[in-house]
Nanobody
Framework: QVQLVESGGGLVQPGGSLRLSCAAS????????MGWYRQAPGKQRELVAT???????NYADSVKGRFTISRGNAKTTVYLHMDSLKPEDTAVYYC??????????WGQGTQVTVSS
């Protein structure tokens, strides 16, 4: 069983910063991709950023230059550093891990609200 536990969400003013953390535990294949997705009210869940076990990254166009995804030294933790936050970044952010094309797991989600 794989578990993903997120932390770091909250309320921040426009232009502010937040860092999300996600710790994965359980039987995890060493070659994997971890990432962050988000879902705003009334919208579909969308990709924010991903990082492979080889540290290759991918970002949604809407967050390029503002968000940075990284892994911890243990490779089972992933971070999302968010700068220059905008009201449209408001959403529930979900951590995700996948490997072998068919195994994938989600965290429970953490709320990020950008508002003055």
């Amino acid at each position: 069983q794989v578990q993903l536990v997120e932390s770091g969400g909250g309320l921040v003013q426009p232009g502010g910063s937040l860092r999300l953390s996600c710790a994965a535990s359980g039987s995890i294949f060493s070659i994997n991709t971890m990432g962050w997705y988000r879902q705003a009210p009334g919208k579909q869940r969308e990709l924010v950023a991903t990082i492979t076990s080889g540290s290759s990254t991918n970002y949604a166009d809407s967050v390029k230059g503002r968000f940075t995804i990284s892994r911890g030294n243990a490779k089972t933790t992933v971070y999302l550093h968010m700068d220059s936050l905008k009201p449209e970044d408001t959403a529930v952010y979900y951590c995700h891990i996948s490997w072998l094309g068919s195994m994938n797991y989600w965290g429970q989600g953490t709320q990020v609200t950008v508002s003055s």
